[in-house]
């Protein structure tokens, strides 16, 4: 129940395309939901995150959708540009248990210019 | 640049060996993570202090250990390595308190085991 599984594993998009990152959980415990952007040889970098009370938040072109009933969550990049080029993480945890995360599996995004 | 440091930012050692990697969390955060990256099994969770107390434990093996210490900075401790140790390991950091949980991930070292 801890499994939280993400896909494409990868996607190409054209420079102002929107790429769409899906991710569903199990655990229906799971109350805090952020996505990571990780370039080679650096660290996870968090980019947004929510909470099952909302469901959509925007952060600048980074925009998620929350669909508690179905427990699955997605990441849009908006007008996407090469510079967002990197792996894309979901997670999820569980605050009161002191929050360690379960990611996904990652995809790879590719913004073509 | 995240305010998470970690050292050294690689390693290359021997089967068998131990190894040492330090973890310095962004100023005022009490929370500290441990987690393993590598090619098959993703992202994992290794372990979590909390003002220098153990909090939750995740896939860690035995031959690891870990602790924070008084001032805040954590050290993972890989004994007995194997080749299959070879990956990825970071640590991230968080207020680890209700005003927030949002962890901060470091640059990460890297583990070579030959």
């Known amino acids: 129940q801890q499994q939280v599984k993400q896909s494409p594993q990868s996607l190409i998009v054209q420079k102002g395309g929107i790429p769409i990152i899906n991710c569903a959980y199990e655990?229906?415990?799971?109350?805090?939901f952020p996505w990571y952007q990780q370039f080679p040889g650096k660290g996870p970098a968090l980019l947004i995150a929510?909470?099952?009370?909302?469901s959509e938040k925007k952060e600048g072109r980074f925009t998620i959708s929350f669909n508690k009933s179905a427990k699955q969550f997605s990441l849009h990049i908006m007008d996407s540009q090469p510079g967002d080029s990197a792996t894309y993480f979901c997670a999820a945890s569980i605050e009161a248990a002191g929050n360690k995360l379960t990611f996904g599996g990652g995809t790879r995004v590719l913004v073509k210019p | 640049d995240s305010g998470v440091t970690q050292t050294p930012k690689h390693l290359i050692t021997a089967t068998g060996q131990r190894v040492t990697l330090r973890c310095s969390p962004r100023?005022?955060?009490?929370?500290v993570y441990w987690y393993q990256q590598s090619l098959d099994q993703g992202l994992q969770f290794l372990i979590q202090?909390?003002?220098?107390?153990?909090?939750a434990k995740g896939n860690i093996l035995e031959r690891f250990s870990a602790q924070q210490f008084p001032d805040l900075h954590s050290e993972l401790n890989l004994s007995s390595l194997e080749l299959g140790d070879s990956a990825l390991y970071f640590c991230a950091s968080s207020l680890g308190t209700s005003l927030s949980y949002e962890q901060y991930f470091g640059p990460g070292t890297r583990l070579t085991v030959t």
């Open positions: 929510i909470r099952p009370d909302v």
């Open positions: 655990n229906t415990a799971f109350d805090y």
């Open positions: 100023s005022g955060d009490l929370s």
């Open positions: 202090y909390y003002n220098g107390e153990e909090r």
